[in-house]
């Protein structure tokens, strides 16, 4: 990580939209909800070591400023949730056996000695329960002088509080225990809800940290090998790395040859030949090969460990967005504090300081109580969530979603996203008189024996036309040109331009014209040989998800930009985003570089979405606005995402900006219907029309409040309506896409 880096992370986090002050209040929240945790649970901290399984990550978790990271929400979405139910449970008697309550509704329970203090009993354990975390919360918003949320339930809490107990002691009246409890309920529902909204876990460090084996196969002085943990290689060292494991440490190739599949690291979907001399990656897949590798990095210095700081950088440097409600209700907060100033001056001007001034003030401050506002953002999300995962999306991160409506650029990585991330047969040409699909059952059967991935993809198709193999037999691989073996006495060879090279074979006009299309195209070309002939050629190419173009027309429609990031050569990136109408893409991109592409997009005042499946991804995924993961690909990049794509369609990107645009309107329509109804219930409350005999009691001011909290609920539910759906494109003539699978005859 460079110097630069690191101030532009910095940078970043303080241009955010959350000021110092407010870090500072979420920091100490959060250190207040730690607390409860570990008196909820002491052996929490334990379980939070156990469940990093490396101590380098649990240290990381230790840090997490905020503690936004790490597994702390799943803990205080476990607190809230108990506190919820226990309190529930607990305001039942409180509800029953409440006066005011059976007052407003007309209704009776039976009565006996000491039946008269079982709703403050009750209230009182609730409020010690279930309403004391809020004011300890509210704590560090009022030392820091920006009140919020919580610093509005506190209020509201307490002045239920006292003024009910002051009820039963020495003020006449009606309490308010019944409303006391259930607003704790309500605020401890919303709270869970969001915990558990928010929660996003922090496992992407220890899934890259399993990449690397835990032991290596180091060779020894006298020409042997001795197994030895992956952590006591040292710079010099040679490493044996058997065919199918993977390699332990960045080096270079000092004996052997293989094909290696980098894919996890560099994003490329072929594997790379490696022979000596070459340059291996810790933590990638060696082939069919052996190879004797010197270690030149481990540790911190290896290309692995570079992306994973990459990866916890791009983490703590992504800041909290703060949310419309805590600044509504801080605003409500000063409102409901002067409302009540002014109805206590005016009422003691008009009849003299007495129990109904006080009356007023707590009609007004309770009438401020958020209950609808508390619930206004958290059902929304949680019906977002609801709804996205029935459509394939895993919602991760609810201030993602949230922002997925101001995407301007939503960047696709291009192997296992835009495309199937493997080799594909996409056309085929024969010479005169050869049919074509003899020509690919007498290549499939010559490919019968290698593992290679062409050769997979060419048996792919014709098990895909159920085609029927010839009997081979004296298979047998030729070093960098191809393969060979006999079919009726006779030996036919596949394999690329160094193979016909070696024969000195010219093939065709018609075949050369082949090659040439396929190589503007970016695409691998293999020639069947038989009789010293070439007799056809088969094209491969990384196949192109069919759900890609109709992903990347629907985005521009919605005035959204698409860009593209691969480890591909230029070629290859080229002729993949010609095809798909890509506004802008970025070839042979390392995986640091692709931290910077996004980095880039960003300082052009870009709100970037980046989809991604591979480790390589991981750095772009976390430093992006929004991390986008396809389910299927690697663990770390699912974990490093904000939301994760369960079927691997692109097109779930249009459906996640569709349902972040509608669910912010649900968001904005909640908070006018939360802080309307206080606009318009607080100067009744204060008696502004108490002149013409209107009169707004604290009873009826806290069934309106129960209304308001009712019309949020349903105007939520409303959000389950939306259409997802993605119109389909029209047929098109015969594509010029370089990656689907066609044949010529």
Known sequence: MTDHDTDEGHSRSETNNESPAHREIHHEQSHVEQELLEDEVPSSTDAHAGHGGHDAHAGHGDHGG?????????GHEQMFKKRFFVSLLLSIPALLFSEGLQALLDFSVPAFPGSEWIS??????????????????????????????????SMAIIVSFVYSLATVVVLPGMDFFWELVTLIDIMLLGHWIEMRSVRQASGALGELAKLLPDTAERLTDDGGTEEVPVTELEEGDVVLVRPGASVPADGVVKEGDSDVNESMITGESRPVSKEAGEEVIGGTINGEGSLRVRVVATGDDSTLSGIMRLVEEAQTSKSRTQMLADEAAGWLFYVALAAAAVTAVGWTIAVGFNVEVIERMVTVLIIACPHALGLAIPLVVAINTSLAARNGMLIRDRIAMEEAREVDVVV?????????????????????????????????????DSEHMIARSIRQVAVERDLVLPETSGFEAIKGRGVRA????????????????????????????????????????????????????????????????????????????????????????????????????????????KDKKIVELQEQGKNVAMVGDGVNDAPALTRADIGIAIGSGTDVAVEAADIIL?????????????????SYRKMQENLVWAAGYNVFAIPLAAGVLAPIGILLSPAIGAILMSLSTVIVAVNAQLLRRVDLSVPSLPETSESTNPARRTSRQ
């Open 412 to 448: 696709f990585d291009k192997t296992g996203t835009l495309t199937e991330g493997e080799q594909g047969v996409v056309a085929v040409e024969t010479v005169s008189g050869i049919d074509e699909n003899d020509a690919l059952a007498l290549t499939a059967a010559i490919e019968g």
């Open 646 to 662: 369960v079927q691997n369609n692109p097109l779930d990107v249009v459906r996640l900006v569709r349902l972040s645009r509608k």
């Open 120 to 153: 403050p009993v009750f209230a009182v354990i609730v409020f010690a329960y279930g309403g004391v975390p809020f004011i300890e919360m509210a704590v560090p918003e009022l030392r820091s002088r920006e009140p919020g949320m919580m610093t509005l339930i």
């Open 66 to 74: 905020d503690g936004d990271n790490g597994v702390s929400h799943v």
């Open 486 to 593: 006999t079919i009726d006495g006779e030996t036919v060879h596949v394999g690329g331009p160094n193979l016909l090279d070696q024969f000195g074979i010219e093939p065709s006009s018609e075949l050369t014209a082949f090659a040439e299309e396929a190589g503007a195209n970016a695409q691998t070309v293999v020639y069947l040989v038989r009789g010293g002939e070439a007799v056809a050629a088969i094209a491969l190419a990384d196949v192109v998800r069919e759900e890609s173009r109709q992903a990347v027309e629907a985005l521009h429609e919605m005035g959204i930009e698409v860009a593209m990031l691969t480890g591909d050569s230029e070629d290859v990136a080229r002729a993949v985003a010609r095809d798909l109408g890509i506004d802008t893409y970025f070839a042979e991109v390392l995986p640091e570089d």
